[in-house]
């Protein structure tokens, strides 16, 4: 079975840093384009970043611009989204996905085919 596990979610203070990860089973990691969303409550969901884990290329929205980074660990079928100075705006559930289509850096969720749970980040003021 294909599946995608995001943890690491919790709540933090305005300014401060969350490293979520996204570990993924039942597919070949190192070909896949690994995007994370978010969605806050009567909100779209949204794109945050992206990474393929087969050549490392990374894509960034506004939203993660300057402050969240992106990495790979393909040993270990995990993604990690590294979110620093945190602000109340970012607080949502933030979901992984995967996708092996050759538009994924437009974040469309469509183009994306295996989703994780979500975690639940806040960000208190």
């Known amino acids: 079975d294909v599946q995608l596990q995001a943890s690491g979610g919790g709540l933090v203070q305005t300014g401060g840093s969350l490293r979520l990860s996204c570990t993924a089973s039942?597919?070949?990691?190192?070909?896949?384009?690994i995007g994370w969303f978010r969605q806050a409550p009567g909100k779209e969901r949204e794109g945050v970043i992206c990474?393929?884990?087969?050549?490392?290329?990374?894509y960034h929205t506004n939203s993660s611009k300057g402050r969240f980074t992106i990495s790979s660990d393909n040993a270990k079928n995990t993604v990690y989204l590294q979110m620093h100075n945190l602000e109340p705006e970012d607080s949502a559930v933030y979901y992984c996905?995967?996708?092996?289509?050759?538009?994924?850096?437009?974040?469309?969720?469509?183009?994306?085919?295996?989703w994780g749970q979500g975690t639940q980040v806040t960000v208190s003021s």
């Open positions: 996905a995967a996708s092996w289509n050759g538009g994924y850096y437009n974040f469309r969720p469509r183009q994306y085919i295996y």
């Open positions: 039942g597919f070949t990691f190192d070909f896949a384009a």
């Open positions: 990474i393929h884990t087969g050549d490392g290329l990374i």
